[in-house]
């Protein structure tokens, strides 16, 4: 299910910026519009160069100290999104590139991301253990089915063909 709205979401993207494109060449003029496009480009380049140089310089601080750089991790992975989005030709395009570069909008999106994408994937994959969602007493309200026998005390075999 999640991959049909991916596929849907890659499509779109250069549909709206051909469409935004052909919009505002319309609008503009095509020289002012490609020039627009190289200009928002060679700019969040920069931006992104940048902000990795210092993205870095905060992820070795952090290991130096011993501490875990999550967030560094995660800007890294932002700045590389953002160098692709900027690399695409398009307005749509360039605009969802600086909203990942810039630190100011970074930092929402970071949040949102570790939220609703990083926990719940890593509570997955740990049982729990990364969020502290572990049980320690009792059983989990998880509905086993079939996989789950009443037993009383003197008997050991659970499977009814081993009788």
Same mark, same amino acid.
């Given at each position: 299910m999640r991959l049909r709205w991916l596929f849907? #979401? +890659?499509l779109l993207i250069p549909l709206s910026d051909? #469409? +935004?494109l052909v919009l505002v060449a319309d609008a503009v003029g095509w020289q002012v519009t490609v020039a627009l496009v190289v200009l928002t480009g060679l700019l969040g380049m920069l931006l992104v160069r940048a902000e990795g140089r210092y993205t870095l310089q905060r992820l070795q601080e952090k290991l130096a100290r011993g501490d875990v750089p999550?967030?560094?991790?995660?800007?890294g992975g932002m700045l590389i999104a953002a160098g692709a989005f900027l690399l695409?030709?398009?307005l749509v395009t360039d605009t969802l590139g600086f909203l990942l570069a810039v630190p100011i909008t970074r930092a929402p999106i970071r949040a949102v991301l570790r939220r609703f994408v990083v926990q719940p994937y890593l509570d997955r994959r740990s049982g729990g253990f990364v969020t502290g969602r572990v049980w320690t007493a009792g059983f989990?309200?998880?509905d086993y089915g079939d996989d789950v026998y009443d037993v009383d005390g003197g008997s050991y075999s659970v499977d009814d063909d081993a009788k």
């Open positions: 849907v #979401l +890659l051909a #469409l +935004l999550t967030t560094e991790l995660m800007d695409t030709p398009g989990p309200d998880d």
